[in-house]
């Protein structure tokens, strides 16, 4: 039962002002229907949560890969004997791993089993490039690396480079998506890509799958937790986010951010009792939505996880058709692409409970035209619109479930406060005025990972004595406490829900010999929201035309996650400047939306 969870000593939470909390308290009740503003989070480990709840439901399904059933006794199990292999390893409390890769269950039984042991799994985007998990590693100073087989090369080329520029020389972990598949699929699939690492000769540093498991079998693996030595404060989890620089950040969570997502998005669900139904799990494990929202609530509450790796838009209506998964979870050019697939024309979809949607602004016509699709479909929800920032895991406001306020991101979570600034200041202005959206919460992050600088930028004390964080995006908050979402304070771009920071392309296509000075730039896009265009001015000798463009673009792929790579170069005798120099990207901004006008 989800109760059970309830039952143990629970962290205190740093709340609000007694205003702020009677202003939360009134705007929850009148538009978030039942139960509290205020919960309990069960002072446990992420592990720890998992386990202690699944004992209502052990042999019940937690996930569903590719049509294989593992039950939550198995997959607990998995998750143990994962445990052991790290330990076995060498992997100690308070190493990090680097977990790259898509969502498959070994992904899933490494995170949990990191948090067993009290190790940190870092989460990576398995489509990184050699160059960035070699920079993340780094950042988190991994002792290991679990990777899928698919880009094998790319995370061994990352390990030795790592190795070489620090002179840490970790273990990779080597998996393949038919380690867990069975049957015809398990053939075909190992057919398909039997030239990954099968019968290639590995390096002493590399494990398969497999045979790491194998040599963890008579290693214990004491669960480390709150009852026996664990501080509150300790990193859990790192996840990665831009900063106010671009620069990869690692963002560390504790167990207590992880956990609270899920409590409290259990809260804002309406649901009462959710055991035994399913949650579509498209969002990638490396980011927050897709690893505190689309894996660990469900988990936690006995709702079966239906994994989905790769991302198509026919898979993914094909799933919706036969599974029928009860909550989906998606960034707006998901939902943008199930508008246009034929395969749901006719499909009855009132078996969905909730629609979520974050990552990226929801264009409000985007949010009729979805809600008009639910209608049609006999779905008795509307898409609902989240808002939040890794440095608070994910989602910490969320627009009510039975209302909406056209434009409005909605409400903040339980337990959670916003607070609306005065631009570069921590003075909050009134309501209906626009300024610096911050908020608090216990799923605020502890701070960035060796960066004492960033951290200070995030993290701020105001003058009612609180720490507030601020999201570096612009809003208004109104009288009754719902939340508009303006327009972001960075310099970033968001494509298909990723987080893009110009400066980190600009910095690899500057390098190419070819290009004297660029500027990058997110343009509008019907289907992804924004894509990448570069401006590019050329070094003498160089002839600018679309065979340099598609070497550049081809440099751009080699350094960098695809999602990143220009999709249009656009090449000029200079670039505009501001009055100090600077190249001025406003104004390059500001074109493209007079070019869109005037198309």
Known sequence: MAEAILKNEFFEVDGGTEEMKAAAQRTWKKYCGSGDFFLKYPKKTIYELLVGSAEGWFDEPAVDFEGRIISFRSFIKNVDDTARAFKAAGVSRGDAVTVSMPNIPQALYCFYALSKIGAVPSMVHPLSSADEICQLLTISKSVML?????????????????????????????????????????????????????????????????????????????????????KEDETAVILYSGGTTGTPKG????????????????????ETRIPGLRMLSVMPLFHGFGLGIGIHMPLVYGVECVLMPRFSVEGYAKILRTKKPNFIPGVPTLFEALLRTESLKDADLSFLKGVFCGGDTLPPDLKDRVDAFL??????????????????????????????????????????????????TTDPVEPGKEGEICLRGPSVMKGYVNDEEETANALKRHGDGLVWLHTGDLGVMDEDGFVYFRQRLKRVIISSGY???????????????????????????????????????????????????????????????????PKEIEFRDDLPRTLVGKVDYRKLEEQERSSDVTN
């Open 251 to 270: 963002i560390m969570l504790t167990d207590l951010n992880i956990n609270a997502e899920a409590i409290q998005t259990l809260a804002v669900s309406g």
């Open 146 to 230: 679990a990777a899928v087989d698919l880009f094998f090369d790319k995370n061994l080329k990352a390990a030795n480079e790592y190795a070489k520029k620090t002179g840490r020389n970790i273990k990779v972990v080597v998996t393949s998506v038919g380690d867990e598949l069975r049957g015809i699929k398990k053939l075909a699939y190992e057919a398909a890509n039997r030239k990954k690492v099968r019968g290639k000769a590995l390096p002493g540093n590399v494990l398969k799958w497999t045979d790491f498991i194998k040599n963890g079998s008579n290693t214990e693996a004491e669960t480390y937790g709150f009852g026996n030595g664990k």
């Open 375 to 424: 209608r049609e479909h006999n779905a008795s929800v509307q898409i609902r619109e989240g808002y939040g920032t890794t440095e608070c895991v994910t989602a910490s406001c969320l627009t009510p479930r039975n209302y909406n306020r056209r434009g409005s991101i909605g409400t903040p979570y339980p337990d959670t406060y916003y607070m609306i600034a005065a631009r570069g």
């Open 499 to 565: 987080n893009i920071y110009p400066s980190q392309v600009e910095a690899v296509i500057s390098a190419h010999p070819a290009v004297r000075l660029c500027c990058v730039i997110g343009v509008k896009d019907s289907y992804k929201m924004e894509r990448v265009k570069a401006f590019v001015v050329t070094e003498k000798g160089f002839a600018a035309g679309d065979e340099l463009a598609e070497e550049i673009k081809k440099y751009c792929r080699e350094k960098m996650i695809k999602v990143a790579v």
